[in-house]
């Protein structure tokens, strides 16, 4: 691919194409404009326009998990249903979970870039948060894949 050249967008079946059946996910996305939103018991939350990458886990269903997120009609039930969307899916990275869980995924993303709301989507453990805010500026996306390969998998982009 030159330099120049465009990726296609890829459909939400592309997307979901090569996921593993369970697993641990991550979904990297843009807010186009700031967002201020209730997020269920958080409450309300500012979202910054910009990149944002969200960690995490299906014990089944990964495909269909990841389906739901990216829907458009969905009843709110897990924080990121709060943000896709209006935010606008740019890749998939799924992966198996070896025992190390959601939390060692996130923790490389996290020391790189600025955490999200405390307690978002991670009100089950004890980390500050399972999402990132990666910045505004444009990310070529071919330069962030490496960050999110480091510990194994694939992704769908």
Known sequence: MTPKAQRKALTPE???E???ASGLYQVMFRLERPLRRRVGALGECFFP???WVYTGSAARGLPARVSRHMSGRKRLHWH???LLPPGQVAAVRAVADRGEGECRLHASL???FEEGPRGFGSSDCGCRSH???AGKKV???D????ILLESGGSIVA
């Open 80 to 82: 990121i249903d709060y």
């Open 139 to 141: 990310l070529r996306l």
């Open 110 to 112: 996290a020391a790189r």
């Open 14 to 16: 592309e997307l979901l």
């Open 18 to 20: 090569g996921l593993p």
């Open 49 to 51: 326009a910009g990149i």
């Open 143 to 146: 330069g962030f894949l490496p």
């Open 131 to 133: 999402l990132v805010y």
